[in-house]
């Protein structure tokens, strides 16, 4: 497609901002491996399609938003949070015990908080309140977005990177190999996932300790991911064995729709051929069968970033994973029951938090589905395009 | 007869798959013993202060100086003979979760109601009334469900009617003065005992509907798109040139439409047993889950192991209950 013709459609601000993103990037890309670029010229003007579709849906949009504060809260949050995740304020100020959102509390000049902890003497308001510790409720909501973010990510990197992978090799293989493969993932599935990972995220704490002693280089990145101080590093054994259990949850059910989708997918004339001119096995399976089953895989990425939020909130809510003063979303909403509801601030806003990140991930990959489904594409596409 | 054979054949297939499934399932359950903490015997006998003697007798009793092959064995011949022993609590594990079970399935089983009725009949009609707002509250309550947190819905709606309104209560768990079942929710229903039935409700309604809560919406959303397929097949037109009534035509379209659905709802069984710890928790009802967390908190590993192993039987034979009943229904599902 000529750059004229891509003229023809009215374009939105956002629009341009994806052009400008992903055209440098394919330049970057094609300045490591020549000719990359031009090779995929027509799957960057489809990738481009998707995403002008996605800015003229108004509950993508929303949910694009709501995904990119979160992602920008959880980067930036540690630096613009007013106090450390851990800092007990009570220590300088009663008032700040269980204080209610919006309540002030005064850090005086040579008290402990100012000499020893090195805030600035002054007034403050505590905008969502605090604990019984007098930690600032909004401080720890924003070191929080870090620590679900690091989570997911952990998680979505590896979990379905598995199944896909196995689910991949099932399919295209078949015989005894698909056979022991689908009845692992059948024993998996047996299980609801929650109950999988509590167990799993229960026993592992000490042996992923062990595991973090003997590497301390995984420790120190791990601490940095988390935004958090060196003294909690004995905390991240927890927070690892919850991921450790989420990758052990999160694969079968890939493996078991990308097997799917590969039986219909590898009778295609053109896996046919790139067998017979000699392709080997590993690169029909990722360059010939993968890029074509891409689009429903996006789906349900997009829809498990947020599933991953949301179990771990709740794995923490059940004591497992994040262990005080580590700030969690699920982990403070736990700790903070126990003065529900006088202190509601303490459940109603992390709960909130999490809500609206999940619901961000679940809004995208909602549009995504209609945007990528086949029966509804070009309808999308004629309407993103305009008339000629 | 060939029809029965066809059934037979499928059943038989179908068992061949259950049965190295239940074997993998002990499996991977005896897998959360093997990556346990290095020395439970230690934890189980009070602590690093403790006797070496008796950490010894611990472990030659739960034979953790035994290879782990022995172990598995003794864990499932322990499993069978109702022998698991906690080692925390020396009760039998087998025991103390069958007092805990009837608590779970009412609950699921309520939540499943509510699921069934409101979450079917949405649908329908959101499919009926095609863009329209109910078809848009059904779509916003779907990514609603799939969105909140449920420990949070939980309080907010405690704060509602247990706060505000004072309409629920939070302690204590009804029991029938008699046992069929053992469950008390379906012990009333047989024996027509309506203040037993009323007490359970009262206890249950607003757990239930919080656990269903994740799934009416997206349950909705299946029937409503199945729905729409079904009404878009040729046979369909067929009803429409024979000129039978409306409602005629709806009835034979959802019956197309629930095929579909009822593997999901057989899914959503599992989802429910595993919301199960989280909603248990926060509205304290003494079940499974709750059980399971409660253990965890006292390295009461065995006891773990059990309630996992159970949850996960009882889902594996749900779903096979759920494909045989679909071939039964549906003769193309048998191959």
Known sequence: M?????????????????????????SAIDRVRPGWKTRNEARIEEFKLTLYALNRSPPGLLGLSLVVFFILIALIGPYIAPFSYDMPLVLCDQRAYLAPPGSTITIRDGS????????????YTLILGADDFGRDLFSRILYGARTSLVVAVMVMVLGPLIGITLGLISGYRGGVIDEVIMRLTDVFIAFPGLILAIAFSAVLPDRVSGLLTSFPPLASISLALFSLKPEHVGSLANLLSVVIALWIVWWPGYARVVRGMVLSTRENVYVEAARAIGVPTYAILFRHILPNILGPILVFLTLDFGGVILVEAGLSFLGLGAVPPIADWGRIVYDGAEYFPRAWWLVFFPGLATLLAVLGFNLIGDSLRDILDPKTRRKIEFKVKGRR | MLWLADLKRFLFRRALTFIPTVIGVTFLVFFIAAVLPADPAKL??????????????????????????????????????????????????????ARRLPVTMQLTILAFTFIVFI??????????????????????????????????????????????LGWITLAGTPIAP??????PLIDSIIKLDLETFRQVIERYWLPSLVLAYANIGVIARLVRNSFLDALSSDFVEFIDARGLPRYRKYLHVLKNAMVPVITVLGLTFGGLLAGAPITETVFGLPGVGRYLIDSIRF?????????????ALIYVTVNLLVDISYAIIDPRVRY
């Not at chain 2, 109910?134 to 509602?160: K, N, Q």
């Open chain 1, 2 to 26: 000529s750059s004229e013709e891509r003229e023809v459609y009215e374009k939105k601000i956002l629009d341009k901002i994806v052009d400008i993103i992903l055209d440098n990037l394919a």
């Open chain 1, 112 to 123: 402990l908080c100012s000499d020893v902890y090195g805030i600035k003497p002054g007034n």
């Open chain 2, 44 to 97: 189980w006998a009070g602590g690093e202060k403790a006797n070496p003697q008796v950490v010894e007798n611990i472990r030659r009793e739960y034979r953790l100086d035994r290879p782990i092959w022995e172990q598995y064995l003794f864990f499932i011949k322990n499993a069978v003979t109702n022998q698991i022993v906690s080692p925390v609590s020396h009760n039998k594990v087998w025991e103390d979760l």
């Open chain 2, 119 to 164: 979450g079917i009949p949405l649908g329908i009609l959101s499919a009926l009334k095609r863009d329209s707002i109910i078809d848009m509250i059904v779509r916003i309550l779907a990514l609603l469900g799939v969105s909140t947190p449920v420990f949070w819905l939980a309080y907010l709606l405690i704060f509602v009617f247990f706060t505000r």
């Open chain 2, 178 to 183: 008699y046992t069929i079942t053992g469950i």
């Open chain 2, 299 to 311: 390295y009461d590993y065995l006891t773990l192991m059990g309630g996992v192993l159970l949850i």
